[in-house]
């Protein structure tokens, strides 16, 4: 045997349930996969929505360059708190320094899938945890595909022929307290875009809800308390526990999601322990409707 050949596959998977959420095991990401390995990667995220590593040490140039093997980087459009030789890369922590925040507090608490009010939401996002409180902070995942599928055909037929119009100055003073609201040019650089209700994932062919109650402002057509009660319904439905995987962090952790077929929020945690990740983003591309 030629020193060429491909070394034996060593990556085995762990699903946490049948459908949403998956641990890899057997692979250091410190140098990126090979592409036997990284195909497998990729399947499982597709088949699984989230997929985690354990015991993992990267530092911020090693993250990206894994990162890098699901598509370009997005330079995130708040460019606090990156790393100034590597921008693609931020850090969320409630650590200060000398008084500042060394990275983005509170982010996320409420439902959503990252940047789904631009017209190119996240394709996949990236989080290591450097630092974690021993308990509390989980980040939670519903399953955007199961979500549509549990829904009685009629409701269905009926949803995936609607636009959602997915708005980030929508409710952010009251997502985001802490943080001063967002200038005329910063609402300026996010209007609000409009979205399937239902999109199709490309890889994959499966249709998953797009909706989220605190960033979707109305679904294009309906009056104002209809389309207030269905999207509050639907994430209610998306997000029961049967059809959510909450991940408890541990450091070394690498958690990736695929935006397209979940979605995720942060959990409270107490505030005297150090809590750091990187974080990286992966651009997307235009949401897609069903055809029939
Ligand atoms: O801090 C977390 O648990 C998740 C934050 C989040 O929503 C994100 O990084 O996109
Ligand atoms: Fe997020």
């Not at 982010?107 to 409180?133: F, I, N, R």
């Not at 109305?218 to 439905?237: N, P, Q, V």
């Amino acid at each position: 045997m030629s020193s060429q050949t491909a070394p034996a596959p060593t990556l085995s998977v762990r699903p946490m349930s049948e459908r949403l959420g998956a641990e890899i095991r057997g692979i250091d990401l410190s140098a990126p996969p090979d592409a036997q390995a990284f195909a497998a990667i990729l399947q499982t995220l597709h088949r699984y929505g989230v997929i985690f590593f354990r015991g993992q040490k990267l530092s911020p140039d090693q993250l990206a360059a894994f990162s890098r093997c699901f598509g370009e980087l997005d330079i995130h459009h708040m460019t606090e708190h990156v790393f100034p030789h590597l921008p693609q890369v931020r850090v969320l922590s409630n650590v200060k320094k000398d008084g500042v925040s060394i990275g983005i507090t509170k982010g996320g608490m409420h439902w959503h899938s990252d940047l789904s009010y631009k017209p190119q939401p996240a394709l996949v996002t990236l989080l290591y945890a450097v630092e974690c409180p021993p308990t509390g902070a989980d980040t939670q995942f519903a399953d955007m595909y199961a979500a549509f599928a549990d829904l009685p055909e009629a409701e269905r037929k009926k949803l995936q022929a609607l636009h959602a119009v997915h708005d980030r100055n929508y409710r952010y003073s009251a997502l985001y307290p802490g943080r001063p609201p967002l200038t005329p040019e910063q609402v300026a650089k996010v209007p609000p875009v409009e979205h399937p209700l239902v999109r199709v994932h490309p890889a994959t062919g499966r249709p998953a809800l797009f909706v989220a109650k605190d960033v979707v402002s109305h679904i294009t057509g309906m009056t104002e308390g209809e389309s207030r009660a269905l999207i509050d319904k639907l994430e209610a439905f998306a997000t029961r526990p049967d059809r959510v995987y909450s991940h408890k962090w541990q450091p070394g952790d690498l958690v990736v999601w695929d935006n397209r077929c979940t979605l995720h929020r942060a959990t409270p945690y107490d505030p005297q322990y150090r809590r750091t990740l990187y974080r990286t983003q992966v651009r997307g591309e235009t949401p897609v409707a069903m055809t029939s």
